[in-house]
């Protein structure tokens, strides 16, 4: 439960600086809302969904054999 948390944690995180810089970026033109969205807020939501998606796409738990 705990990784699940995390990794939804870190999507969430991404989904806000997005939208952060996005207002910013959109609203005033600036370049530092344009970088804080190219360099930290679309790698943490990349990560967030690959950290969810990936194990439901994998198809095999510990578990089975």
Same mark, same amino acid.
């Given at each position: ?14 989904? !806000?600086?997005?939208?952060? !810089? ?25 990560? !967030? ?13 510990? !578990?089975?054999?």
């Amino acid at each position: 439960m705990r990784p699940l948390l995390v990794r939804l944690a870190i999507l969430t995180l991404g989904m !806000g600086v997005t939208e952060i !810089g996005l207002t910013e970026a959109f609203g005033r033109g600036s370049p530092g809302a344009w970088a804080l969205v190219l360099a930290v807020g679309f790698p943490l939501i990349i990560v !967030g969904t690959m950290g969810l998606i990936g194990p439901l796409l994998a198809g095999r738990h510990k !578990g089975d054999q």
